[in-house]
């Protein structure tokens, strides 16, 4: 494995970097007060590629490797989690999910409008009822001729009022053997007839994001926007989730950047008992924490975009990635409020909206305990990588970056 960056990762990663910080750092605080997304976020994201990086040019993306996405997505949650969210579900839920599974003819329909972000898309899975038990889903879809009936409510989707497109997880056989196999995947246009949106208020934190529900009720859906095999809806979810936890892993590490630099720079300037307190030991033990498990942060996502690029299977050592990077996070963030003191408590200063995002991430796209428990099935030996009908192909620079 080779870490070392390319001037194409450096030149992507300062790419996401000066978006951020110049186009959203300066208004966040605000946005996060009122709880809503700056509206300027999606079409910005989207005149700048950034929201099709790792999608072949053909397709109408950048294309980048995974890398590319790993580093945009740090970049993105060292200055808000809201960001880093909107590649998570449009492009690794929904974009990487169309262009691992879909059909050559899905690919050239929806893939250029995704990848340009001219078309925003949500993923959604969960429902008030199913959530890490994603076999259980109920949201059903009968089919009749050439269309799906679906009916059922998805909760805590992100990009729910803001996105055109859903890929939806659906139950097409109520009768199969194993609850699993009888789930499909559907890319369901939200201006179809039966469909409602709206936004869940009230959050702790990724507030300057969009969060919601969405209700079908006899939504029609053509049987050609079924992504996958009639059944294959468990696997092509749990695939994509296996795309989502990269992006969550690697915006954690930023977030974790984030946080360190905040808190040297404080305890550089405050001063007590006479002398900076940087100065305690007892302040330097944290920032050493923070900064070792930034370090570790990265080398785990690095070495999950690594392995997407040769095409190899990374679900373990994603979920290492994803589990270590969230959890260290939201340590990291607490302990910056600690090195702040009374104005770590305070919106004055980022560590109080870094800690209020960090929550979230232990709970999407895997809970921290599911992680455990699939890390402990591989060391088991109880679970093992069964080969996918389409698998994420390997990064191909050249088939990737072609002209039109
Ligand atoms: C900000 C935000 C954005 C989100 N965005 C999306 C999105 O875009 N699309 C989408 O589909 N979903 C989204 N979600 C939903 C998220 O993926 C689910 O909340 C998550 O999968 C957990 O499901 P749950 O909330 O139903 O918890 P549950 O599954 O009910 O779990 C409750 C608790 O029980 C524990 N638990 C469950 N099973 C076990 C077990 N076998 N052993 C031990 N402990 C267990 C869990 O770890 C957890 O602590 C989002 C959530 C948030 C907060």
Redesign the pocket.
Known sequence: MDFALTEEHKMVAKMYRDFAEKEVAPIIKEWDRKQQMPPHVLPRMAELGLLGVCIPTRYGGQGMDYICLGLGCEELEAVDASLRVVMS?HLALAGMTLFQWGSELQKQTYLPDVARGEVIC?????EPG????IASIRTSARRNGDVYLVNGE?M???LATKAQYALVTVRTNPDAEEPSQGLSTLFIDLKSPGVTTGDIHG?LG?RAGS?GWIAFQDVRVPVENRIGEEGEGFRVTMSAIDNGRYTVAAGAAGLLRACLEASVKYAQERHTFGVPIAQHQLIRAKIARMAQDYDIARLLYLRSGWMKNQGIRNTLQTSYAKQFATDAGFAAASEAIQVFGSYGFSDEYDVERFFRNTR?AM?????S??HT?IQAGYAFGDRQDAALRCELPAHDPAAWQETR
Do not use: H, M, Q, R
């Open positions: 579900v949500c993923a959604g899975f969960t199913a959530g890490s038990d998805k805590w989707i992100s959050k990724v969060t979230g709970i999407y796209e895997g809970t305990e599911i428990l």
